[in-house]
């Protein structure tokens, strides 16, 4: 069914758009497969289908959460999830791998450690694209966004798995970014870099648990220090630092009410809608020189044009603006 439904070249736009609106979970991940694919006539029907659901999911709140691997970033998730499922919310969990190459096994891993949120019939669980490039997979991310949306989740959480650039490229594309962090890291801020803390919206200090609570509470203070003296954000936002424990949920219900007062905030003060259009302008500004660029190299005989000028570039028998010119002038 879903290789005929792959293969056939005159898919139903109309019925896609159709079976998300309905919430059907087959068309769903139909949906999200073609935008992920690289087929040309795939292309051209994810793009229409991508243009005709614009717009159509502007309820949600999408939520960034990342952190260090081990920090208890799926554990969270799962409690977190369960915890907006039983309050009646449609909740979708999508995450951005920065290693394209990461094996089917590792996703499945994924997945069993979000074991009871996967089973939840208010819970979409939908592993990292891969791609060549954090760019591509971006892109296809927030197009899977923009389909949750239209097949009426609310709240969409998006992972970063790993670390790297994915913070950043995440943060483009959420309304909220929480951070979770550990107790103990000590001065280098274990592997989170400053600017990463300096993007976070909220700060929680995961594995606030048994032996640990006492350093989480000094943690606590030292980053909520740490926080004060990071320039004000444009939310106009005091970054809440807070203590939680996923395993034994606990301060999970207080992390959410602080997101909802975020919410209210920044919906009241104009942030909300004024960030929205600001990733989207961002987010065409990127597509469009992924465009430029694949189309330059796509031309025939580019690459050969480009080693022969490499050569004379190096000898110094050309200087490299004028490689430049002659590129597109060919
Ligand atoms: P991720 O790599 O960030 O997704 O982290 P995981 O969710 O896989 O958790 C890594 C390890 O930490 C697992 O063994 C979890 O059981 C454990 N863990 C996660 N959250 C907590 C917590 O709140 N308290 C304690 N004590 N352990 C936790």
Request: glycine letters at 8%; hydrophobic letters at 35%.
């Amino acid at each position: 069914m879903d290789s005929t439904f792959r293969r056939t070249p005159d898919i139903h736009l109309q019925d896609l758009i159709d079976g998300l609106s309905q919430g059907n979970r087959v068309f769903l991940s139909k949906a999200i497969t073609l935008v992920e694919s690289k087929r040309a006539d795939d292309r051209k029907l994810s793009a229409e289908l991508i243009d005709k659901i614009t717009g159509t999911g502007n309820k949600s709140l999408r939520i960034g959460i990342t952190g260090v691997p081990g920090v208890g970033k799926s554990t969270f998730i799962e409690a977190f999830g369960k915890m907006l499922t039983s309050k009646g919310k449609k909740v979708a969990v999508l995450s951005i791998d920065p290693s394209s190459n990461r094996t089917r096994g590792s996703i499945l891993g994924d997945k069993t450690r979000m074991d009871e949120l996967s089973r939840d019939p208010n819970a979409f669980i939908r592993p990292s694209a891969s791609g060549s490039s954090l760019g591509g997979v971006a892109s296809s991310t927030r197009e899977t966004i923009l389909i949750c949306e239209a097949a009426g989740f609310e709240i969409i959480i998006v992972e970063t798995v790993g670390v790297g650039q994915s913070e950043t490229v995440v943060k483009d594309m959420v309304d909220y970014f929480l951070l979770l962090m550990l107790a103990g890291g000590g001065d280098e801020l274990q592997g989170i870099k400053r600017g990463i803390m300096e993007m976070a919206d909220h700060i929680l200090i995961n594995k606030s648990d048994g032996n640990n609570l006492e350093a989480a509470k000094k943690a606590k203070k030292e980053y909520a220090n740490a926080v004060h003296l990071f320039p004000p954000n444009e939310a106009d936002w005091t970054v809440p630092v807070g203590l939680c424990s996923a395993i034994e949920k606990t301060g999970i219900e207080e992390s959410w009410s602080e997101i909802e007062k975020y919410e209210t905030q920044t919906k009241s003060n104009g942030w909300f809608d004024e960030n929205r259009k600001r990733q989207l302008i961002k987010w065409f500004h990127e597509r469009l020189h992924a465009r430029l660029e694949e189309d330059f190299y796509a031309q025939q005989n580019i690459k050969a044009e480009i080693k022969k000028r490499e050569e004379l570039i190096s000898s110094q028998k050309l200087s490299v603006r004028k490689a430049v010119d002659e590129l597109f002038s060919i």
